[in-house]
């Protein structure tokens, strides 16, 4: 029985060895026109199994830049998957995945232009849902809201969350949700707000996993729930649960909400992937 056993782990340790393998291959970068991209920055993380279970992961980067013909090679020595995120002058952002088992000899990545890339991104940024003290309740502080255009808290907040239910804007700016829609990434899809049907005040259902935003200056932004957090203060004595929130926002009041050319890739890689 012991040596049935063994050789039982030992298949399923053969087995999950075989996920990983070499993750060598090539690709170009090019445009809408079939243009090569020279010089572009192609980041790529490859993912390894550890273990036997799955979430038993780790990655490894590497960066590459493509030649004057758009071209790029990666080697990785044990992998069962790649995270590409490729930028370019000129270009917006694009992100990507190959598993294994995919082609990942000669594929082409296109690039579309946008020769004005200029949105900010405010990573982590909160979104104070409930504000409850054991002597006062606080749930209608306005001042707790969220300043979009300094992607930080304060009294001159662009949008704010009333009771825990219904979120709202200033009378001059506009929400719409964004609903969960199958696999989307928020981040890289949405890439234009609405050009109309804002409204001042949004009863939260519980279904959003974003935000278009309209300020009171007529920019626009997006603004993404990543995670929900609770914290404690005071002793303990009050409690502030909310929103950990992504926040693209574009200044040059136009509805493009690309993701900003300086954003950090291995970080943009991992939050997608």
């Not at 804002?198 to 009863?203: L, N, T, W």
């Not at 040059?252 to 909400?257: A, E, G, I, P, Y």
Request: charged fraction near 25%; charge should be neutral.
């Amino acid at each position: 029985m012991r040596i049935k056993i063994y050789f039982f782990f030992c298949s399923i340790l053969f087995f999950l060895s075989c996920s990983n393998t070499l993750m060598e291959g090539s690709g170009a970068v090019i445009d809408r026109n079939n243009t090569p991209i020279s010089n572009a920055e192609v980041t790529i993380l490859c993912w390894k199994d550890l273990g036997l279970i799955r979430d038993e992961v780790n990655y490894s980067k590497k960066i590459y830049y493509t030649d004057s013909k758009g071209k790029f090679s990666f080697k990785f020595d044990k992998g069962y998957k790649l995270s590409i995120g490729i930028r370019a002058y000129s270009y917006d952002i694009e992100v990507m995945e190959i598993k294994s088992d995919e082609n990942i000899k000669d594929f082409n990545i296109v690039l579309n232009n946008n020769s004005k890339n200029n949105t900010i991104y405010y990573r982590n940024r909160s979104l104070i849902r409930e504000y409850k003290c054991q002597e006062k309740d606080c749930l209608e502080i306005i001042e707790e809201g969220l300043d979009i255009v300094e992607g930080k808290n304060g009294s001159d907040a662009d949008i704010w969350i009333t009771q825990g239910k219904t979120i709202s804007t200033k009378p001059a700016g506009g929400i719409i949700p964004i609903l969960k829609e199958g696999q989307k990434n928020l981040i890289t899809n949405y890439l234009e707000a609405p050009s109309e049907g804002y409204v001042q005040e949004y009863k939260i259902t519980g279904k959003e996993v974003g935000y278009f935003i309209k300020t009171n200056e007529h920019t626009y932004a997006k603004v993404i729930l990543s995670a929900l957090y609770e914290k404690n203060f005071n002793e303990g004595n009050c409690l502030e649960k909310g929103y950990v929130t992504q926040i693209i926002y574009q200044p040059d009041s136009t509805r493009r909400l690309s993701i900003p050319h300086f954003i950090d890739m291995e970080q943009l890689l991992l939050m997608i992937y």
